[in-house]
T-cell receptor, first 114, second 116 residues
Framework: GDSVTQMEGPVTLSEEAFLTINCTYT??????LFWYVQYPGEGLQLLLK?????DKGSNKGFEATYRKETTSFHLEKGSVQVSDSAVYFC?????????????FGRGTSLIVHP | GAVVSQHPSWVICKSGTSVKIECRSL??????MFWYRQFPKQSLMLMAT?????????EQGVEKDKFLINHASLTLSTLTVTSAHPEDSSFYIC????????????FGPGTRLLVL
């Protein structure tokens, strides 16, 4: 079946550092790829998405590019802030018989220090 | 973005009682809703998938008689934890796929359940 693998955390950075959270996937067909963010005590919010190869999703300074050749969707941000501290989930949605089936990674905790 | 609400956000109950959690899509019709349980080390566990008007599909290892799911309308799904026990204490999150965007899940804010 489909799967999503993301780097284990926590990732600890100083403010203004460069962020990369790796995500790779296995899927049949052509999934759409997502990054979700979860702030403490809250549900998940959609951060960005990409629906086909070479698409770049971006939002709030975060970016991720759909790389079909490496089956990856790494999340990057050039300069993190303390307010970016949260848990980040990589996910894919694949179509199966007319339904869309989601698969999530285990989440990566990001801690940004002032 | 699309809005999904959950109610209640917090619930404390005695062991043996039943608890109902509601998940509503507020500005779109949800053809499919998902129920997740989140454990303390952050991983999301998909419990079940429900389509409006049909029985929920439960993931392996999830007791369907204990976690009753009803998706009676295109904007409402409910999860009832029957005869709750302390090990059922967790953070329960719903999400919805719908007419707005058939591939993107929109999540509720979650419900924290504590069973004493």
């Amino acid at each position: 079946g489909d799967s999503v693998t993301q780097m284990e955390g926590p990732v600890t950075l100083s403010e203004e550092a460069f962020l990369t959270i790796n995500c790779t996937y296995t899927a049949t067909g052509y999934p759409s790829l997502f990054w979700y963010v979860q702030y403490p005590g809250e549900g998940l919010q959609l951060l960005l998405k990409a629906t086909k190869a070479d698409d770049k999703g971006s939002n709030k300074g975060f970016e991720a590019t759909y790389r079909k050749e490496t089956t990856s969707f790494h999340l990057e941000k050039g300069s993190v802030q303390v307010s970016d501290s949260a848990v980040y989930f990589c996910a894919l949605t694949a179509s199966s018989g007319g339904s869309y089936i989601p698969t999530f990674g285990r989440g990566t905790s990001l801690i940004v220090h002032p | 973005g699309a809005v999904v609400s959950q109610h209640p956000s917090w619930v404390i109950c005695k062991s043996g009682t039943s608890v109902k959690i509601e998940c509503r899509s507020l500005d779109f019709q949800a053809t499919t809703m998902f129920w997740y349980r989140q454990f303390p080390k952050q991983s999301l566990m998909l419990m079940a998938t429900s389509n409006e008007g049909s029985k929920a599909t439960y993931e392996q290892g999830v007791e369907k008689d204990k976690f009753l799911i009803n998706h009676a309308s295109l904007t409402l799904s409910t999860l009832t934890v029957t005869s709750a026990h302390p090990e059922d204490s967790s953070f329960y999150i719903c999400s919805a796929l719908g007419t707005r965007d058939q591939e993107t899940q929109y999540f509720g804010p979650g419900t924290r359940l504590l069973v004493l």
